[in-house]
């Protein structure tokens, strides 16, 4: 039987610091600023909150580039604030976990302007250097893998004439996991320094990609480009179970929480050794099969909706059956800062239908088991920002790159140029990091003056202000459902899932078991109405009915977009 802790009853809070909250007016999201809406995530019914990456960083890829593990961005705050916050946050009952990158660091560094000044540097094997292979007298990278933004994964360094490794951005030199004094350094620097000052655990970056492997090329699945995406080569390589345990450790003595971020595993074996409570690894996973649903291994080169229920189905299954009869422990999440909003992708954002499909979502979520994890505005239902918004006001490297790419392959051609904004409303990740929308004011009553992102203008429609003082509100309804959540945790946190009707294209029903007691949840996942025999057992309406999404809902049909949900 596995142990019971806090983390498993879970609802984590997301925050993204640029775009939280700006306390003082110049445009970026702050400390204070998030210190001064705790009491608005307390009231949501959250009970933890974690914050993206505000440590130092020249923010080539909005800090998840790390220049100094021991000190905060200067336009977020202190070292002092973030104590505040953690205080704070405890005050309220509530716990905190941050962001932790170790896969790489910036390549502002110190470690890594060191360790590029020289071969003979000490610090020289702290990342991943190699010699050019030579192909007919024409300098070579050592491999063909594709960077996770595009391009080749190594960099040339014309000082020391050799190429370092980096999964991402080449301002994010890859670490390496290999050297056991970088490992002890980065366990001090990165996370013991805040472990000392309180913090309840960590999110960990792309926790699966530090053992890289032999590092042969990869296959050729585009033929059109010398680099090709690599992504099961570099995930779960032989040395990560390893090094997960060594990592392990040291969170133990401080009884910190730990949830992964683990791409590119189509492998359940590693999933379950990487969340069982006995290999003592990671606590849980963020598994991608739900948020990848609909796209290639080229993420932007999807057709937006060619994706159909059934396959979003067995998504949330594989996630959900990922711990049944172990003792592992699973996530439920449809959004972070890396997706574009749950409503856009898997609702609908049309104005009839944004508030009922993210009412329903909102039911899906609060019914699946494993620790729940909503992202700021999620809350309120904030959806993608509209098409008509030009290319400069995508901030992401990984939507201007993508952009970039296929303006020079197609040599300017306006339609790949249009359709490739298409996927980008569709899926890019600046959906997420638009400013939150606090008020029917200007920049949504996130700043007084222009923010460093555009907000979405729709705040006069949507924003927590309004929301809090209305009962019909999406935010009214996520906090009913924490509630109910909450009242009955064994049978929505614990219980065992099953899909009821996996071949239906329209509705989505499952069940939730516990002992002896069951919950049956049906979903309408398409703008009409849908005839529904609700299972026998279910059937006593005024018994059993737990709570629709709609008011009055009907017997026997199921209004656009309406959930609802039985207890036996
Ligand atoms: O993401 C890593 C990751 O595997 C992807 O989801 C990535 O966002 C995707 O390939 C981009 O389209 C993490 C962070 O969540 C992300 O914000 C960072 O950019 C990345 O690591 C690098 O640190
Ligand atoms: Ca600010």
């Given at each position: 039987?596995a142990?019971?802790?806090?983390?498993?009853?879970?609802?984590v809070y997301?925050?993204?610091?640029?775009?939280?909250k700006d306390?003082?007016?110049?445009?970026i999201?702050?400390?204070?600023?998030?210190i001064?809406?705790?009491?608005?995530?307390?009231?949501?019914?959250v009970?933890?909150?974690?914050i993206?990456?505000?440590?130092?960083?020249?923010?080539?890829?909005?800090?998840?580039d790390?220049?100094?593990?021991e000190?905060v961005y200067?336009?977020?705050?202190?070292?002092?604030?973030?104590?505040?916050l953690?205080?704070?946050?405890?005050?309220?009952?509530?716990?905190?976990i941050?962001d932790?990158?170790?896969?790489?660091?910036?390549?502002?560094?110190?470690?890594?302007q060191?360790?590029?000044?020289?071969?003979?540097?000490?610090?020289?094997?702290?990342?991943?250097?190699?010699p050019?292979?030579?192909v007919?007298?024409i300098?070579?990278?050592?491999?063909?893998?594709?960077?996770?933004f595009?391009?080749?994964?190594?960099?040339?360094?014309?000082e020391t004439?050799?190429?370092?490794?980096h999964l991402?951005?080449?301002?994010?030199p890859?670490?390496?996991w290999?050297n056991?004094e970088?490992?002890?350094?980065?366990?001090?620097?990165?996370?013991?320094?805040w472990?000392?000052?309180?913090v309840?655990?960590?999110?960990v970056?792309?926790?699966?990609?530090?053992?890289?492997?032999?590092?042969?090329?990869a296959?050729i699945?585009?033929?059109?480009?010398?680099?090709q995406?690599?992504?099961?080569q570099y995930c779960?390589g032989p040395r990560m179970?390893?090094?997960?345990?060594?990592?392990?450790?040291?969170?133990?003595k401080?009884?910190?929480?730990?949830?992964?971020?683990?791409?590119?595993?189509?492998?359940?074996?590693?999933v379950?050794?990487y969340?069982?409570?006995q290999?003592?690894?990671?606590?849980?996973?963020?598994?991608?099969?739900?948020?990848?649903?609909?796209q290639?291994?080229?993420?932007?080169?999807t057709?937006?909706f060619?994706?159909?229920?059934?396959?979003?189905?067995?998504?949330i299954?594989?996630?959900?059956?990922?711990?049944r009869?172990?003792d592992g422990?699973?996530?439920?999440?449809?959004?972070?800062?890396?997706?574009s909003?749950?409503?856009s992708?898997?609702?609908?954002?049309?104005?009839?239908?944004r508030?009922?499909?993210?009412?329903?979502?909102?039911?899906?979520?609060?019914?699946?088991?494993?620790?729940?994890?909503?992202?700021?505005?999620?809350?309120?239902?904030m959806?993608?920002?509209?098409l008509?918004?030009?290319m400069?006001e995508?901030?992401?490297?990984?939507?201007s790159?993508?952009?970039?790419?296929v303006?020079?392959?197609s040599?300017?051609?306006e339609?790949?140029?249009?359709s490739?904004?298409?996927?980008?409303?569709h899926?890019?990740?600046?959906?997420?990091?638009?400013?939150?929308a606090?008020?029917n004011?200007?920049n949504?009553?996130f700043?007084?003056?222009?923010?460093?992102?555009r907000?979405?203008?729709?705040?006069?429609?949507?924003?927590?202000?309004?929301?809090?003082?209305?009962?019909?509100?999406?935010l009214?309804f996520?906090?009913?459902?924490?509630?109910?959540?909450?009242?009955?945790k064994?049978v929505?946190?614990?219980?065992d899932?099953?899909?009821?009707?996996?071949e239906?294209?329209d509705i989505?029903?499952?069940?939730?078991t516990?002992?002896?007691?069951?919950?049956?949840?049906?979903?309408?996942?398409t703008?009409?109405?849908?005839k529904?025999?609700i299972?026998a057992?279910?059937?006593?309406?005024?018994?059993?009915?737990?709570?629709?999404?709609?008011?009055?809902?009907?017997?026997?049909?199921?209004?656009?977009?309406?959930?609802?949900?039985?207890?036996?």
């Open positions: 039987v142990e019971h802790k806090w983390w498993k009853d879970g609802v997301q925050i993204y610091p640029a775009s939280f306390s003082n007016n110049d445009g999201g702050d400390l204070p600023g998030i001064s809406e705790l009491d608005y995530i307390k009231s949501i019914g009970d933890t909150i974690w993206c990456p505000m440590y130092d960083s020249p923010q080539v890829d909005m800090g998840y790390i220049s100094d593990y000190n200067p336009p977020y705050g202190t070292v002092d604030d973030m104590d505040k953690i205080a704070e946050t405890h005050a309220r009952g509530m716990r905190v941050l932790l990158v170790v896969n790489h660091t910036s390549d502002q560094h110190k470690w890594f060191e360790s590029r000044s020289s071969k003979t540097s000490p610090k020289r094997d702290w990342y991943i250097w190699r050019a292979r030579y007919n007298g300098r070579k990278p050592p491999n063909n893998w594709m960077s996770n595009g391009g080749s994964v190594w960099q040339w360094d014309e004439e050799e190429y370092y490794l991402f951005c080449p301002e994010q890859d670490l390496n290999e056991e970088t490992r002890q350094a980065i366990y001090k620097s990165a996370m013991e320094f472990l000392k000052r309180g309840d655990g960590f999110r970056d792309t926790v699966n990609m530090y053992s890289k492997g032999s590092m042969v090329d296959p699945t585009d033929p059109r480009s010398e680099w995406f690599a992504g099961l779960n179970h390893e090094f997960l345990g060594e990592m392990n450790a040291i969170l133990e401080y009884d910190a929480m730990t949830v992964g971020e683990c791409p590119n595993t189509p492998d359940m074996t590693h379950l050794k969340v069982s409570a290999e003592k690894q990671l606590n849980m996973v963020f598994q991608f099969d739900v948020v990848d649903i609909g290639g291994p080229y993420k932007f080169q057709t937006p060619n994706w159909k229920l059934p396959e979003f189905k067995k998504a299954e594989t996630t959900q059956v990922l711990h009869g172990n422990w699973t996530t439920a999440f449809l959004e972070n800062h890396d997706q909003r749950s409503i992708r898997f609702g609908s954002d049309a104005p009839a239908h508030i009922p499909s993210g009412k329903m979502l909102a039911m899906m979520m609060m019914a699946l088991s494993g620790t729940l994890f909503i992202y700021q505005g999620q809350e309120i239902g959806v993608n920002f509209p008509d918004w030009d400069t995508y901030k992401d490297v990984d939507s790159n993508y952009y970039k790419m303006d020079e392959r040599g300017h051609d339609k790949e140029l249009a490739a904004k298409a996927a980008l409303q899926l890019s990740r600046d959906h997420a990091r638009v400013p939150m606090w008020r004011a200007a949504a009553g700043s007084a003056v222009k923010p460093w992102m907000a979405n203008e729709d705040y006069a429609v949507c924003n927590a202000e309004q929301q809090k003082g209305d009962k019909n509100s999406v009214s996520w906090k009913r459902m924490i509630e109910l959540r909450r009242q009955y064994d929505f946190v614990h219980g899932f099953d899909v009821v009707d996996m239906n294209i989505f029903t499952f069940t939730k516990w002992r002896n007691q069951k919950a049956l949840v049906v979903l309408n996942f703008d009409k109405e849908q529904v025999s299972a057992g279910f059937r006593d309406q005024k018994a059993n009915l737990l709570a629709s999404s709609v008011d009055n809902c009907a017997p026997d049909a199921l209004a656009a977009y309406e959930g609802r949900v039985y207890l036996l």
